[in-house]
């Protein structure tokens, strides 16, 4: 049931055979929460969660938030044969809710690798298989053609070959949460949706987790990370899980980030609002003399690095 046979590496380790492709990263869903479709929300998407990392032949999915249907079809309709690894960052319905609709699960020839963090001794597959059970949606879980692997990712590292390492760290967040590095062809993403950056207290905190995600962050040619709140909005939130915009760009500078998106839009935040918020940000950081760009995550056009 568990795929033992990813090997650990450590950070910066070299690995032979590396893929030199500069990775191909593809937002399918930016949306916190709940889905939001609507005239507001079409520019940036009302999709949750959902990410794809392209290198070579090579598919990596982050998260299963209602954004996966599309990234099913497309990858369909490139062949039947979908081979891929799926990467969850914690359970919440806006990052698991799309899977059941994920089009390779019916198709006997796909084979699926799931990594998730473990949450209180239950395993990932009972999670997944639980949100189809007969209550909740008409097909059972049974019904999945595709070759299914599961296996736990906690804190750590993961490499699948062709020079693609996946590593996670605990994020501050309700529920065992992570955030993941991606360093593939030379290249670094960072994807960390669900973060709490300041107030509150999680079970992560009393070490030097700070310090921690700095280094996690340092140098990534993009960050996607939570903010979902301005400044003004947070404080009836504290202990909801997630940041402010000013926060994010604030872990953005000290970890020396070359481009910061905002991700996990609230489901209210219209387009216009948001570009607002972008723009607000990008000032800010021009006035404190940052060399880092600064954007919000939205569905489709695919960002190449290495071409930019
Ligand atoms: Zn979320
Ligand atoms: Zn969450």
């Known amino acids: 049931m568990h795929d033992h046979a990813a090997q650990a590496v450590k950070p910066g380790e070299a690995i032979q055979g590396a893929n030199t492709s500069a990775p191909r990263v593809t937002c399918w869903g930016t949306r916190g929460s709940i889905a939001s479709p609507g005239p507001n929300t079409a520019r940036y998407g009302g999709n949750t969660s959902c990410v794809e990392i392209e290198v070579g032949a090579r598919t990596l999915i982050f998260d299963a938030g209602t954004g996966i249907r599309l990234l099913g079809r497309k990858l369909m309709a490139q062949s039947s044969v979908v081979r891929t690894d799926v990467f969850l960052t914690?359970?919440?319905w806006d990052h698991i809710q799309g899977f059941p609709f994920f089009a390779p699960l019916y198709e006997p020839a796909a084979l699926l690798r799931i990594m998730g963090p473990e949450q209180a001794s239950v395993?990932?597959?009972?999670?997944?298989?639980?949100q189809m059970g007969p209550v909740y949606f008409p097909v059972p879980f049974a019904a999945i053609a595709a070759g299914l692997q599961f296996s736990h990712l906690n804190e750590g590292a993961w490499t699948g070959g062709d020079g693609i390492e996946v590593h996670a760290m605990r994020m501050r967040h309700p529920s065992f949460t992570v955030g993941y590095r991606i360093r593939a062809g030379g290249r670094t993403v960072c994807y960390?949706?669900?973060?709490?950056l300041v107030?509150?207290?999680?079970?992560?905190?009393?070490?030097?987790?700070?310090?921690?995600?700095?280094d996690f962050v340092g140098g990534a040619d993009v960050l996607f990370h939570d903010a979902m709140f301005t400044d003004a909005e947070y404080p009836p939130h504290l202990g909801w899980g997630h940041s402010t915009f000013s926060q994010?760009?604030?872990?953005?500078?000290?970890?020396?980030?070359?481009?910061?998106?905002?991700?996990?839009?609230?489901?209210?935040r219209t387009d216009d609002e948001l570009s607002a918020i972008v723009d607000e940000i990008r000032a800010e950081a021009e006035r404190r003399g940052l060399a880092l760009e600064v954007?919000?995550?939205?569905?489709?056009?695919?960002i190449v690095l290495g071409e930019s």
Do not use: C, K, M
Request: proline share 5%; hydrophobic share 40%.
């Open 90 to 92: 914690h359970f919440h």
């Open 123 to 130: 395993d990932i597959q009972t999670l997944f298989a639980g």
């Open 192 to 196: 960390i949706p669900d973060n709490e």
């Open 199 to 214: 107030g509150a207290q999680y079970d992560v905190d009393g070490g030097n987790w700070r310090e921690r995600l700095i």
């Open 248 to 268: 994010a760009l604030e872990l953005a500078a000290e970890g020396a980030v070359r481009r910061l998106s905002f991700f996990h839009h609230a489901p209210e």
């Open 295 to 302: 954007d919000a995550a939205s569905e489709g056009s695919p």
